[in-house]
């Protein structure tokens, strides 16, 4: 069984930590900050909730993040997230994520994700349950990504890792 990184929350909140505090930005207003990374998309999209500070706060006690949440993050940052992985780390080649405007946000495209686990499940000749132990995770979590809105960071990072692509490989600008 391959041992896979693990992605490390607590770093990436460090490193925003370290970047709002260069700053100078409380983390209320380093919400309104990210939220507007997207200031035309939010305008088309009323309905959308926008990033709360103390949801940013806690984010280092809680030590885990959604894949969706994290991008808002990474993009502010200027960072990929296999710049968060501990452990052995797979070589990927290009890690950068796409570059997007105020007019969309970076989304998971947890289906396309999702349908490159299952091809190369298939090709290995593993069943969900054999995967979901090589990725410490139950099989539910893997086939639920085929329909999942969100997922955890971690779990999506072992799951390209494993995959031996770029995270970017299943990112993309989102218009809505």
């Given at each position: 069984m391959q041992t896979l990184p693990v992605f490390d929350c607590v770093a990436l909140f460090d490193a925003l930590d370290a970047e709002r505090q260069e700053h100078g930005?409380?983390?209320y207003p380093l919400a309104t900050e990210l939220w507007e990374q997207s200031s035309e998309l939010n305008a088309?999209?009323?309905d959308d909730h926008p990033m709360c500070g103390g949801a940013l706060q806690r984010l280092r006690a809680r030590g885990?993040?959604?894949?969706?949440?994290?991008?808002f993050l990474l993009r502010w940052l200027g960072r990929a997230p296999e710049e968060f992985l501990t452990g052995p780390v797979v070589d990927v080649g290009e890690v950068a994520l796409p570059t997007v405007g105020p007019d969309s946000r970076l989304r998971w495209?947890?289906?396309a994700l999702h349908a490159a686990l299952d091809a190369e499940r298939t090709d290995r000749g593993l069943t969900w349950a054999a995967l979901g132990l090589e990725l410490d995770c139950t099989p539910s979590r893997l086939t639920n990504?085929?329909?999942a809105r969100m997922?955890?960071?971690d779990l999506?990072?072992?799951t390209t890792q494993w995959l031996g692509r770029p995270a970017a490989t299943f990112i993309h600008p989102a218009d809505w």
């Open positions: 930005l409380e983390w088309e999209r009323p885990a993040t959604s894949c969706q949440y994290a991008l495209d947890l289906a990504l085929r329909t997922a955890d960071m999506v990072m072992r």
